[in-house]
């Protein structure tokens, strides 16, 4: 069901009339329904609340204050690609400790915001990122919570321009390499490795894809941990889509599925107690408005 159905007074906001609304405020206007905000962020919080998972809203979404304000109420943390969104998320009571760095491009400066704010996890996506976080770190006194972000070769099946996990994207260091790149961080001063992010794409209405890079990361897993590497947190990242053709669109508890078969079964397989948080990093590219269907961007890890 919809959050902004259409009524005898036209479209509506939790029963209050938009025209109203535009009558008192004037046009244009964004307004948004932060019940609709709740119910989508407590679906997936449901979908996902046996796998120990935090969750982190991604600001890419909308940096609205009051928006990442009701999700920060309810626990969440926040996935931020700039300084900028750092601070809006801090600003919004976001807890230092819940807030996640990812993106390509960061500046050293933004690094030293980061490090200085105390945040949760910095995803390195190359490997001369990853050089330039341990010089800052190591130079200021530092040590950096490290996610390696690998990409795993497969398409999401989404429009090519938001597709993030094919090789030639530039996302995440290549798959093949993560291994190397890993043990790489491993070594360097300033740097603590604490897990491995993927993240293939957004506007994902079929789990196939998931289930495959989930696959893949869960098996790279095991090989870090083999060579004696420690591993803490695995950031899924995430994509569901919305509909915009009246169809169902993905659920999350199908989401949450795929990651407690493939990714929880997967590594823990052979253990009497899984014993390895998950970090599941939801994609809230979508547009939080759309609170009737689509779901916030989500990350998490289990000890957030």
């Known amino acids: 069901m919809s959050d902004f159905p259409y009524g005898e007074r036209g479209l ?3 029963e209050v009339p938009l ?39 991604a ?21 931020v690609v700039s300084e900028g969104e750092l601070r809006v998320a801090l600003a919004a009571g976001v807890p230092a400790h819940r807030i996640v ?13 980061a490090l200085e704010a105390g945040i949760h996890q910095i995803n390195v996506e190359s490997l001369p990122e990853l050089e330039t976080l341990s010089a800052v770190a190591a130079a200021r006194g530092y040590t950096a919570p490290v996610a390696i972000r ?23 260091i290549d798959f093949e390499e993560a291994r190397a790149a890993y043990g790489r961080a491993a070594d360097l001063p300033g740097i603590a490795t604490v897990g491995v992010a993927v993240h293939i794409g957004s506007q994902l209405t079929d789990m196939a894809p998931f289930r495959r890079a989930f696959g893949r990361v869960a098996g790279l897993v095991r090989d870090l941990r083999a ?6 947190r695995i950031d899924l990242g995430g994509g569901l889509g919305i509909s915009y053709d009246g169809q169902p669109p993905p659920d999350p508890a199908a989401y949450a599925a795929v990651a407690r078969e493939v990714v929880h079964g997967g590594i823990h397989h052979d253990e009497p107690a899984p014993g390895t948080p998950l970090h599941v990093k939801h994609a809230g ?3 939080p ?6 779901t916030p961007r989500l990350e998490g890890d289990g000890a957030a």
């Open 150 to 172: 690998v990409n795993p070769d497969v398409d999401a099946g989404t429009h090519e321009k938001i597709t993030t996990g094919r090789r030639g994207n530039k996302f995440g």
């Open 59 to 79: 600001l890419k979404a909308n940096g609205n204050l009051a928006v990442v304000r009701t999700f920060a109420n309810m626990g969440a943390g926040a996935d």
């Open 289 to 294: 408005g759309r609170t009737d269907e689509g």
């Open 12 to 14: 509506q906001a939790e």
């Open 285 to 287: 590219d979508q547009h």
């Open 19 to 57: 025209s109203v609304i535009a009558d008192a405020v004037g046009t244009p206007f964004y307004c948004y329904s932060s019940a609709g905000l709740e119910c989508a962020y407590q679906r997936f919080s449901d979908a996902v609340a046996d796998l120990g998972a935090g969750i982190c809203y």
């Open 101 to 113: 760095f990812s993106g390509v491009g960061k500046a050293a400066s933004e690094m030293v915001c």
């Open 227 to 232: 060579e004696g590497h420690t591993v803490e």
